[in-house]
């Protein structure tokens, strides 16, 4: 079955964090580079942060340092770690497989309050 699930977002007050949490099944994960998306309200869908299969990392200018993206090969989950959150960072959080890019999950809602 090719998935994704999303989880792990919430309200959260400014300067908050929050992890999230991208499980997928094996034939999406496997050896495949990974990317964190988000969508706010009345706005399309932007890239916020991937990861390739070896781990190596690029994000958005704006969320350097304070957005760290991982991933546990073992347990097929890609990671979002999010620190100092501010209101503009909510959204619908979404990840996605590079060699699936129409395999999109349901998304985990992160809103911040301020």
């Known amino acids: 079955q090719v998935q994704l699930v999303e989880s792990g977002g919430g309200l959260v007050q400014a300067g908050g964090s929050l992890r999230l949490s991208c499980t997928a099944s094996?034939?999406?994960?496997?050896?495949?580079?990974m990317d964190w998306y988000r969508q706010a309200p009345g706005k399309q869908r932007d890239w916020v942060a991937g990861?390739?299969?070896?781990?190596?990392?690029n994000y958005v200018n704006s969320m350097k340092g304070r957005f760290t993206i991982s991933r546990d090969n073992a347990k097929n989950t890609v990671y979002l770690q999010m620190n100092s959150l501010k209101p503009d960072d909510t959204a619908v959080y979404y990840c996605?497989?590079?060699?699936?890019?129409?395999?999109w999950g349901q998304g985990t809602q992160v809103t911040v309050s301020s």
């Open positions: 094996e034939i999406i994960f496997s050896a495949n580079a």
């Open positions: 990861i390739t299969s070896d781990g190596s990392t």
């Open positions: 996605n497989a590079r060699r699936f890019p129409s395999v």
